[in-house]
C-alpha cells in the first residue's frame, strides 16, 4: 500500500556506490556466467526440507526489482502445506489435462515435445515449498481508493528472473509452470480480485535421479540474441 503522504520527488544521495575496477568487472561477470551457467530447471525434486528463511531471504532479493513508478506490483505466496500443494496439484493438473487433450493447438504440442512434458505433474507435492507468483493490476491507498499500477508484466517478469536467480544463488533447484487459466489460485489461497496469478515456481533440491532434457541445454549463440552499435563504425 502507498502512502499518499510519500508522493513527492525529494532526492537523496546514491546508497551503496562501489568502486570496481575493470578487471575486476570482467571476472565478475565471468563468474556470474559460469554460476547462471548451472542453473538447469529440473521436473524431478527430492523431498529433502528446505528452511523457510532461506525462501524468506530470496523473495526479499526479488523484492529488490525495479518497476514501473516503483509501485511494486507483485506478491509471494510461500507454500510448504501439503494439503494446499495437494490442491494445487489437483487444481493444475485439471487445466493441464484439458489443454493436452485438445485446448493446446498441435504446434504448441509439437513445439513441447523435445521437453518431455505432460498433463501429470508430481513435483508440485514433491518439491518441498511452492511459490506462487501474482500481479497486481491495481493498488489501495490507505482510504481505499484504488491507484493504476504501471508496466505490470515487465515488472512483475524482472522480479521474478531475480527470484529465479536468487534461489539458484543459494543452491535450490527450480520448475515454472504455468497452467491456464490459473484462476484457482486466488480461490485456493484466498488473493484478491486485484490479483492475477502468473506463474507457479516449485523450489527445492533435485532428486538424486533428476534428468534434464538435451534440447533444454541448447541455447542460442551470442550473436544470435545479441546487436552491438559500438562507437565506431
Known sequence: MIDKSTLVYTAVPMPD???VSDEDMRQRADEFLEDVRTRHTVRQFSDKPVERSVIETCIRAAGTAPSGANHQPWHFVAIRNPDLKRQIREAAEEEEQKFYDGGA???WIKALEPIGTNAHKPHLEIAPW??????????TYEDGTRYKHYYVPESVGIATGVLITALHHAG???LTHTPNPMRF????LDRPEAEKPVMILAVGHPAT???VPAAAKIKKPLKEILSVFDTEA
Open 105 to 107: 493447438g498441435d504446434a
Open 17 to 19: 556506490r562501489r568502486a
Open 172 to 174: 535450490l533447484s527450480t
Open 130 to 139: 511452492l511459490i506462487v507468483i501474482f500481479a497486481q493490476r491495481w493498488g
Open 185 to 188: 489460485l486466488n480461490d485456493i
Open 209 to 211: 535421479d533428476a534428468t
